[in-house]
């Protein structure tokens, strides 16, 4: 059966707006509208779509009974092309800055309450009811991070500047975070649309020792354990609570040890599974990857690949888009997501979404090493055959 790439393709007429408009890492409130130019773009765009694909991404990852996902914000869903590629590949999506605590948490409701005040705004109003209307599930992100979190969370009097609280007074707080969170998600009616939360992210360095952040100065090596106590006393039991980083390949040890700690006076896990952000280079090593996976993996908890983009070259050196480069990525994608299919099918390790962190070039974090599954003219490259499986496809 021959099917459109869902008008992925149709993102050609995104070449001159992909991307451009929103910066990626910061969180935006502006919910656009559709501009005429955009539809006439993507008329156009549409006119010229030939390409078709045999099978989409979420037709290949439900075969191994995953869901598969997307990080996106609002802005980008009201293109129409870029929502119909959402719409035709991905069942999950995750909120890429909407929900991290400096966009969800609202200073002068928090000072003129005294206590921190969780309160969406209308980018995460607006994807969650798109994820509604469309029978998506959704991972929730962000909640205990040393980025992207405002100092006035960490200080007296909920100011921008002055002296921290105390630990008491800290974890109350974060008691305060976790808990409104939960409680506005089930306010507003969606708590069924959750299966996942990463509940602490980016907590650990390569060298195995704790990051150095404001959660930490403040209340202690022990603000991880609580983060997970608060997390598991207040998320509904239908949502999986994670633990979520990067270079894991590097962190396996340690992380095989941080959550052994993580469990109530029973020996109950407060944790669910280990998030992966798999933010990888054509330049790493699989078998290696592989070897992490497979570590935390026997922890019996789940796993889940969370942000995963494979930039061309390696840290600091991206490489040119060339043939070569892009073949090479190609079979990177294959390689790992088949190793991945491979151990699930197995039963070797426990996982039920997978998520990419985006799919176009230009609009990704870090569009300079081209590390997405179409090019910036909406194009499948190699990598988005990897992805499908397509082996003959990806550069093989
Ligand atoms: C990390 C975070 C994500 C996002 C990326 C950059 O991986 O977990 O939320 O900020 O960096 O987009």
Redesign the pocket.
Known sequence: MKKLLGMVLVGAMLVSGCGAETP??EATEEVKEETAQDVKEETKAEENQEETVDITLKEVFEKHGLKVGTCVSSSELNKRSFKETVLSQFDSLTV??AM?PDSALNQAKSKEEGKVVVDFNKEVLAILEFARENGFSMRG??LVWY??TPEWLFREGFENSGDFVDRDEMLKRMEDLISGTFAKIEELGYTDLFYAYDVV??AWMEDGTMRDNHWLEIIGDDYLWYAFYYADKYAPESIDLYY?D?NEQYKADTLVKFVETLKDEDGRYLIDGIGL?A?LYTSDNLPGYFKAVDKLAETGLKIQLT?LDVCLGKYQAPLEATDDNLVKQGKFYYDLINGIFERVDAGKIKMDAFTF?GFCDSYS?RREYSPLLLDKNFEPKYAYYGAIQTKDKAGY
Do not use: A, G, P
Request: proline share 0%.
């Open positions: 990626v890492t890429e800055n991290k992100h962000t980025s992207q992210n980016e979520n990067y952000q933010h942000e962190w974090w």
